[in-house]
């Protein structure tokens, strides 16, 4: 079990190194793969796909966003809900 967690502690050390792990959580990584091969996707349809709420996945989105990595577009299917 030590190891593991040595192990774990030096995954996210890197993570945060590197951007993938924001500084109020993981799931930056886990957010722009489901994007990468699922395509545009709504923050309510990615929050369904994962273990966490929309409000988290909203905050995520926003701050990926904010970094140039991700951007919304318009969706035809929903007046607000943006892809």
Do not use: Y
Not at 11 to 27: C, E, F, V
Not at 33 to 58: C, D, K, N, W, Y
């Amino acid at each position: 079990m030590l190891d593991v967690a040595q192990c774990f502690f030096r995954i996210r050390a890197l993570g945060q190194k590197t951007g993938l792990i924001t500084s109020w959580g993981g799931g930056a990584f886990g957010f722009m793969r489901s994007l990468a091969l699922l395509g545009p996707l709504t923050v309510p349809q990615i929050a369904q796909m994962r273990p966490t709420s929309r409000q988290r996945m909203q905050r995520l989105a926003d701050e990926l966003a904010a970094e140039g990595l991700v951007e919304f577009i318009d969706n035809p299917k929903h007046r607000r809900s943006k892809l």
